[in-house]
């Protein structure tokens, strides 16, 4: 394991877990069969000139329903740099997030990155986006986020439950989830929720994407709602830059894209009277600052470095990026633990999430983990993982280019616990995990002792091993909390900011200093909704279709 990458080690095994149990992250034959996507093309058959009301940049987890809503009433290009999730066989069902850390080919479907702190993380790569190679869980922002982010409550109510018909699920809770339920509760978060995908503070029981037969469903599933006629697709389609023109207040008028063979293709917004076309950006997090830089929006320093000319001098492009901090204990169970993924979150009430994974005794995940650590015995990490999550975070990076190359991933910092109150929020959170595993609840799912634990883990081949994240303050570990967070920490891939309201777009996501360009994603949000993000990023890629929508007719309106 390289040197300097923090929490490599737990991060290769818990991605490994995580991704084995991602049962699907490809459809079926039948299910590609079933959608029918006529309008999804390689860049390659992509014409060298083409015009369109609409130009998406990023088919991810926001683009891909922002594109199915315009294409309802405007003609739509959507370009995505990977590849499609169904039926490819360069993504199988197998695939994860713990594969990226090895796969380099320009096919996979995540790239691998290391953040200047020296964690390892991954970037989705697939129309889909991060939805392909999550855990799967589905949950709300709370009613204050929505506030605080000055949306309509009623749209967004709207728009959440526009994407839960098509793609969001019940689980059935196996037993260890629910002794971590229950656990959770005896542990003082409280009150029980049950079944809910609204954000409140408690125990419950999220949403899922993945079905009652274990397949997973995408954000890629609601281009089954686009217009066929009016929605084009172009799958490997890497956009260089943003085309403007004018002077004063430039105006974007169009995209460069180049395909696998290198052709380049200029895309072009529709001109004329009542137009009223736009680009709108949903490459997430290091996507969209990384395009907004390449097309001459950005720092100046950081442009002149890179030979790029301004566009618009923007200092606040690429700054504000975070990643909420992840810490997980492995809990070691003397009994065997069926497969599950998220499906219970304590929202704790001083700024910590707690989730859990289990299910790491099946021969596929154990034999992933064995290549990956090399010397563990299948049995070595039968059990599950408890994760904590915080809330915010309150520290806060950047991220600069690298290259003029935009299929080069940008250097990123994320100053990990940089702020003391994050760290303290890690450390109740631990603490809560401790109390949970030490529960009645969980009796089964544990050793009666650390003895016992730490005797069952050297019997199957752990003792030589670097730390492997287990329960902290056991007799052999006598790091104080803090320190175990800061040097445990992984990221959980929910990493955002770069493009923050009010300092590099407005209330309506229109990019300041420009006129026709919007970034609709993660990019925009100050601190990661809810337990998990992907609801809110689908919902706000619908809402945002939505007020756009709504938008070009009134405008057209007036102008008649």
């Known amino acids: 394991m390289a040197p300097g990458h923090r929490g490599s080690s737990v991060s290769l095994i818990l991605a490994t877990v995580l991704g084995s149990l991602c049962l699907t992250l490809t459809a079926s034959p039948e299910a590609q069969k079933r959608y029918n996507f006529r309008f999804v093309r390689h860049a390659r058959d992509a014409p060298l000139v083409s015009h369109y009301n609409y130009i998406v940049v990023g088919g991810g987890t926001a683009g891909c329903p922002l594109a199915a809503t315009l294409s309802e009433h405007a003609c739509v290009l959507l370009l995505e740099r990977g590849g499609l999730p169904y039926g490819n066989r360069n993504v199988s069902s197998e695939y994860h997030f713990a594969d990226a850390l090895a796969d380099t080919s320009p096919r996979s479907p995540a790239q691998r990155f290391v953040s200047e702190d020296g964690v390892v993380n991954a970037r989705a790569r697939v129309l889909g986006g991060g939805s392909c190679l999550n855990a799967g869980f589905y949950t709300r922002a709370s009613d204050g986020y929505v506030r605080a982010a000055g949306w309509d409550p009623r749209f967004v109510n709207a728009s959440y439950r526009w994407v839960e018909r098509e793609l969001v699920f019940r689980p059935d809770v196996p037993r260890w989830q629910c002794a971590l339920r229950e656990g959770l509760l005896q542990a003082g978060v409280t009150p029980d929720n049950g079944y809910t995908v609204e954000h409140v503070p408690g125990t419950k029981i999220g949403g899922t994407i993945f079905d009652s037969t274990g397949r997973r469903h995408t954000a890629a599933d609601l281009l089954r709602r686009a217009h066929p006629k009016r929605l084009t697709v172009f799958l ?123 299910g790491s005794q099946t021969p596929e995940a154990m034999r992933r983990a064995a290549e990956a650590m090399r010397r563990l015995d299948r049995s070595a990490f039968r059990g599950g993982f408890i994760l904590e999550k915080i809330l915010g975070p309150l520290s806060t990076g950047h991220i600069e280019l690298r290259s003029t190359d935009p299929d080069a991933n940008p250097a990123v910092t994320f100053n990990y616990f940089r702020d003391p109150r994050d760290v303290e929020r890690c450390v109740r959170g631990i603490e809560t995990i401790e109390r949970v595993v ?12 650390g003895t016992a634990m730490e005797a069952a883990l050297l019997s199957r081949g752990v003792g030589s091993l670097p730390p492997v994240n287990l329960l902290p303050r056991r007799v052999s570990d006598t790091r104080p909390l803090q320190q175990y967070c800061r040097e445990t920490v992984m990221t959980i891939w929910h990493y955002h900011g770069g493009c923050h309201v009010g300092a590099v777009v407005d209330k309506d996501y229109r990019v300041l200093g420009v006129r026709g360009l919007r970034v609709v994603d993660s990019s925009t949000f100050k601190y990661s909704p809810g337990t998990n993000p992907q609801a809110t990023v689908m919902m706000l890629g619908r809402y945002m279709g939505l007020k756009i929508q709504k938008e070009r007719w009134t405008r057209n309106d007036e102008t008649d």
């Open 236 to 358: 490997h389609a890497t956009v260089s830059r943003i085309l403007f023109q004018g002077s004063g207040k430039p105006v974007a008028y169009g995209v460069v894209f180049t395909d696998p063979t290198g052709v380049r293709h200029h895309a072009y917004l529709k001109s004329g009277v009542g137009a009223k076309s736009e680009v709108i950006v949903t490459a997430g997090t290091l996507g969209s600052p990384q395009l907004l830089m390449l097309s001459g929006i950005g720092p100046r320093m950081q442009l002149e470095k890179h030979g790029i000319a301004p566009v618009v001098e923007q200092a606040m492009v690429g700054q504000g990026v975070a990643d909420n901090p992840m810490n997980s204990v492995f809990v070691p169970s003397p009994v065997p633990v069926a497969l599950s993924l998220v499906q219970i979150v304590g929202v704790t009430r001083f700024g910590s999430f707690i989730e859990g994974v289990s």
């Open 438 to 449: 030490r529960s009645r609840a969980f009796a089964r799912f544990t050793y009666a002792n």
